[in-house]
């Protein structure tokens, strides 16, 4: 599990307007980093040191000399090598700011496109005017940064399109649909991780639905908001069967005093048995419930955040599915209780008409428990599904589908290509 106070700025653009100023981009970008890392002053000497090779503010002043040429190019490599610099020097204190490693990254991008060699002259430093007594920071000209607290509104505005958002869920015996779209049923007993990112960790806790059973439901689940400076207290949800609370474990209902606490917040549209919790600070919807004796997990959140974790956090349910030890095929059941197969497939079919994953689960579900009221968490799950897919063709899932399997290098590799286009304006 991450450390829970530690929380880098979920950012990872994939493409910017060329009209906007690179100083305001990055002003915008830079909402948050680690309180020893210093990549924000890495950015703004960056900034002060290509600034002048705008020809007087013009976007397109840095593309007179082409592919690795003119002086505008010379600059730019002089420019790049020294924000370089500026990040290894820092890197000790920035391991895991997302900010930090997009921008290594980034730089590389920028000095292969751009041709420029590693060795070679830096960028004098920028010259610092005396501080004025009593001033604020000083702030540049141009429109003002967006709230840092509003992941979507911070995104859109930097790149003029919505971010993409990724679809998890957990439900019945229990039944995990991944980011990726695998779909697997689980055994699963004990405390699993659904997420363990940067910015969330999500545990389930699952016993066997039955002495003896394979299958399993989840019991307990338990959510960590992770610190994130001027947004949000660290925050922790948990909810047990016949326990669904409407408030954090310290009894609040929002992210706590600081300036963008509002940027967390919970509410119940069900009290006992549907609890919704919203953090638009990471472009992130949670849905809980409770049914037929076990909870419901569905959560929609954003590609960057989703993305945010290192090696060690590697196991995580939403991310790469159940391990292959831990996998039930649903032809595997035994029935309890009175329902026939032919039962249970004509009460999933009222609620489920498409024999999909859906369908299929609800049918193991019923069968393996003997209760009827199994239906409704598949059709929840669904309707959650229907409300969070960011692409509806992907809503039917069957079982000649197959998912990509994800690690985290396969999840964190978009960002060598897509989170640092923000940086190409200044061609």
Known sequence: MGDPGQ????????????????????????????????????????????????????PGALRGGGRGGGVGSSGLCRALRSYALC??????????????????????????????????????PPPRGPALPGAGPVRSSGPPAPDPCDYEGRFFRLNGQPPGFLHCASFGDPHVRSFHHHFHTCRVQGAWPLLDNDFLFVQATSSPVASGANATTTRKLTIIFKNMQECIDQKVYQAEVDNLPAAFEDGSINGGDRPGGSSLSIRTANPGSHVEIRAAYIGTTIIIRQTAGQLSFSIKVAEDVARAFSAEQDL?????????????????????GAITIDTARQLCKEGLPVEDAYFHSCVFDVLISGDPNFTVAAQAALEDAR?????????????????????????????????????????
């Not at 700011?97 to 060795?119: K, P, T, W, Y």
């Not at 998912?403 to 061609?427: E, K, N, R």
């Open 7 to 58: 929380s880098p700025s979920p950012w990872c653009p994939h493409g910017s307007p060329p009209t906007l100023s690179i100083l305001t981009l990055l002003l915008l970008l830079c909402g948050h980093a680690h309180s020893q890392c210093k990549i924000l002053r890495c950015n703004a000497e960056y900034v002060s040191s290509t600034l002048s090779l705008r020809g007087g503010g013009s």
């Open 316 to 336: 995580q349910l939403c991310v790469g599915g159940c391990p292959p030890s831990q996998r039930l095929s649903r032809s595997e059941r035994s029935r309890r």
């Open 387 to 427: 409300a969070f897919l960011p692409d509806l063709e992907k809503l039917h899932l069957f079982p000649s589908d197959a998912g990509v399997p994800l690690s985290s290098a396969t999840l964190l590799a978009p960002l060598l290509s897509g989170v640092f286009v923000l940086w190409l304006c200044i061609q």
């Open 87 to 124: 990040t290894r020097r820092t890197a000790r204190t920035c391991r895991g700011d997302l900010a930090f490693h997009s921008a290594v990254h980034g730089i590389e991008d920028l000095m292969i496109q751009h041709n420029c060699s590693r060795q070679g002259p830096t960028a004098p």
